[in-house]
């Protein structure tokens, strides 16, 4: 459902040009759940933001269910992200003055879906991250790990076929981590979505069903015999 051939990525420093990411070509079926690792530095957060269409490559192509990504501008590109791909990051990235609701409906609210159907599944969606009692508190009213659950649900809710999660348990404690974790992979595994987590952690890692290792902007071929 994603393939991604042949991507580069570079950004000019002091007159040269710095690369990021070497060659790097990838594939993810539907459904299938996959982690991405690597030392710091090593380029995960590019390539996540390059397959989310966040970002443009120097060269190399992506496709999203059979649609050339790379060959799209705004606001194409804008309309395909919001249809088609669910971001979730370690800050939680919720908008303040809005509530858990108007969260978590923000992608329906933006692709123009009628308020009657916007409050059908948003009653699903606060049941599924067990907060049914909170659409009408504020972001800063919850605790990290409720407000994880309110991004989850965020990312998830307009039914995107890719969900790409950037250390989504980053800023957890390991018990809440263990549980937004149960709760992301569960839900992603129900909605047949196809989910991407870039991740430090082994105990995330080891949740996925494949694990993709980068080492300096370069894909490994054989990552199960590496060190990370
Ligand atoms: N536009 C840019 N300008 C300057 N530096 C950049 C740019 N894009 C990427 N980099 C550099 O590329 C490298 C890879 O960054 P990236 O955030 O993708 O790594 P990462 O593997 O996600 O790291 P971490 O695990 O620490 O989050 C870093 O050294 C970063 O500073």
């Known amino acids: 459902m994603l393939s991604a051939y042949h991507l580069h990525y570079t950004y000019p420093e002091a007159g040269q040009l710095h690369s990021v990411l070497h060659d790097v070509s990838l594939e993810l079926k539907h459904g299938e759940q996959v982690a991405l690792v690597g030392s710091s530095g090593s380029g995960k957060s590019t390539l996540l933001n390059l397959l989310g269409g966040l970002d443009q490559p120097a060269a190399g192509q992506i496709f999203l269910n059979g649609q050339e990504l790379t060959a799209l ?3 194409a590109l804008t309309v395909l992200r919001r249809q088609q791909i669910g971001f979730i990051y370690q800050q939680f990235n919720l908008i303040p003055t809005l509530t858990v609701a108007e969260n978590i409906v923000l992608p329906l609210s933006l692709l123009s879906i009628p308020a009657a159907q916007q409050q059908e599944r948003l009653a699903f969606w606060l049941n599924a991250i067990h907060l049914p009692t909170r659409a009408r508190v504020f972001p800063d009213q919850l605790s990290g790990g ?5 991004a989850i649900a965020r990312a998830l809710i307009h039914q995107p076929a ?3 999660a950037d250390e989504p348990t980053g800023n957890l ?7 937004i974790l149960d709760l992301l992979f569960n839900l992603a595994k129900q909605l047949q979505q196809t989910l991407l987590v870039v991740t430090h ?11 993709l290792v980068l080492q300096e902007g370069v894909l490994q071929t054989h990552p199960n ?4």
Not at 146 to 150: F, G, K
Not at 201 to 211: F, L, N, P
Not at 225 to 228: C, E, H, K, Q, S
Request: aromatic share 4%; proline share 3%; hydrophobic share 40%.
């Open 73 to 75: 501008k705004e606001p």
């Open 146 to 150: 409720e407000q994880q659950r309110v």
């Open 162 to 164: 890719l969900v790409l």
């Open 173 to 179: 404690d390991a018990k809440t981590g263990q549980l």
């Open 201 to 211: 952690s082994k105990t995330v890692a080891e949740r996925a069903e494949r694990i």
């Open 225 to 228: 015999d590496l060190a990370w």
